[in-house]
Antibody, heavy 119, light 107 residues
């Protein structure tokens, strides 16, 4: 069965960087784009960007350009998200989500990774 | 960028009631609209895509309609397990924006 397993919770100081990984299994990794969505505490869902399986064409939401980087490793079936220059309002649960076969909707989600930015 | 709005922001209804949530796009998005359900403390779940196509395994009491700028999600007979926040999402082009959500609970 399809599984997206994310790395564990992180606590970071303002200005630091965080790396969140998402390991996919149970399907042909190279056939599906992956997206990152975040959710601040008590807030809604925010699309951050997407990565092709080969990793050659990341697309970032304008809000995050210059501060996020998404990569993909087909040898391990893992995508990663790095957020730099962390601010307090980056405190959120970060989800990876698989794109549903050519439709930019998300049919499988990781369990979420809580990132807390605190001094 | 196209903005997504939802109404109401929250609602309370009785078991068995028909519930309708509205999602509006600031510009036409054809039928590139999806709906998600997020139960408290859980991961979002895809309910509907293409404005009206039910994702596999989703109960038939959920339905979606609309095209262009105005869309609805209807629960024909509200069940206790439907307590959740519902989000619409546009996918006509990046950014793939979500609506602010509608919280549904039982009266």
């Amino acid at each position: 069965q399809v599984q997206l397993v994310q790395s564990g919770a992180e606590v970071k100081k303002p200005g630091a960087s965080v790396n969140v990984s998402c390991k996919a299994s149970g399907y042909a990794f190279s056939a599906f784009y992956m997206h990152w969505v975040r959710q601040a505490p008590g807030q809604g869902l925010e699309w951050m960007g997407m990565i092709t399986p080969s990793g050659d064409r990341p697309t970032y939401a304008q809000k995050f350009q210059g501060r996020v980087s998404m990569t993909s490793d087909t040898s391990t079936g893992t995508v990663s998200l790095e957020v730099s220059s962390l601010r307090y309002d980056d405190t959120a649960v970060y989800y990876c989500a698989r794109e549903k076969g050519g439709l930019v909707t998300f049919d499988y989600w990781g369990q979420g990774t809580l990132v807390i930015v605190s001094s | 960028d196209i903005q997504m709005t939802q109404s109401p922001s929250s609602l309370s209804a009785s078991v068995g009631d028909r519930v309708t949530i509205t999602c509006r796009a600031s510009q036409g998005i054809s039928n590139y609209l999806a709906w998600y359900q997020q139960k408290p403390g859980r991961v979002p779940k895809l309910l509907i895509y293409g404005a009206s196509t039910l994702q596999s395994g989703v109960p038939s009491r959920f339905s979606g309609r609309g095209s262009g700028t105005d869309f609805t999600l209807t629960i024909s007979s509200l069940q206790p397990e439907d307590v959740a926040t519902y989000y619409c999402q546009k996918y006509s082009g990046a950014p793939f924006t979500f609506g602010p959500g509608t919280k549904v609970d039982i009266k």
